[in-house]
């Protein structure tokens, strides 16, 4: 009998080959507009998820340029140019279910980072988003309850600091978004 795969099971595999050097570091190093975006994961009982995969992705702030480096030759990942922003970030939790990018706020046009959650026990990955400010009009919030839009917005700790925590089911979840292709 042949053995399950990584498709045919559910995790945790998401740490091992798919967390890369650097992952959360989307911000060129010693840009003057970095910012911090972390929080922690949760499942339904509030206990931290420490083998999650948190991937974030933006829309690139204006006046900058976004892609990342790929091997002309061989088409593979060659890493961050350490200048350029790409808008895409990768990282694992930790024991404590924390995780932490270091970004640019998004343009004032689409203020959030779109996020996906690779977890145990998810058949599927969790889209949702991190809204760093709320804006005047946004036809996602509008459509939620207050309370349940509310799930969507980072906190403010500090002005270079939003807090973004993840929760996976139960009371006060998440709001997670349905992509049909």
Same mark, same amino acid.
Not at 70 to 94: C, E, H, K, M, S
Not at 133 to 161: C, I, W
């Given at each position: ?15 091992? =080959?798919?967390? #890369?050097? +650097?992952? *959360?570091?989307? !911000?060129?190093? $010693?840009?003057? &507009?970095?910012? %911090? ?8 009982n509030g206990d931290p998820v420490p083998d999650a995969l948190v991937e974030t992705w933006q829309r690139v ?12 030759? =061989?088409?593979? #990942?060659? +890493?961050? *140019?350490?200048? !350029?922003?790409? $808008?895409?970030? &990768?990282?694992? %939790? ?54 349940r839009a509310d799930t969507l917005l980072a906190r403010e700790e500090s002005e270079r600091t939003h807090r ?18």
């Amino acid at each position: 009998m042949p053995h399950p795969t990584p498709s045919q099971t559910i995790g945790p595999f998401y740490g091992y =080959a798919l967390p #890369f050097p +650097g992952g *959360g570091d989307i !911000a060129p190093a $010693g840009h003057p &507009r970095a910012l %911090t975006v972390h929080g922690q994961v949760t499942d339904g009982n509030g206990d931290p998820v420490p083998d999650a995969l948190v991937e974030t992705w933006q829309r690139v702030p204006e006046a900058l340029p976004g892609s990342m480096r790929r091997d002309p030759v =061989a088409g593979g #990942f060659l +890493g961050r *140019g350490g200048t !350029a922003f790409t $808008g895409f970030g &990768r990282v694992a %939790t930790d024991a404590d279910g924390h995780w932490e990018v270091r970004t640019l706020a998004p343009p004032a046009s689409a203020p959030y980072l779109a996020v996906c959650v690779f977890a145990r026990g998810l058949t599927h990955h969790l889209y949702t988003r991190a809204y760093l400010t709320r804006p005047a009009a946004d036809r996602l919030l509008a459509a939620l309850p207050p309370e349940r839009a509310d799930t969507l917005l980072a906190r403010e700790e500090s002005e270079r600091t939003h807090r973004f925590d993840i929760r996976l089911q139960g009371e006060k979840e998440t709001v997670f978004l349905d992509f049909h292709g």
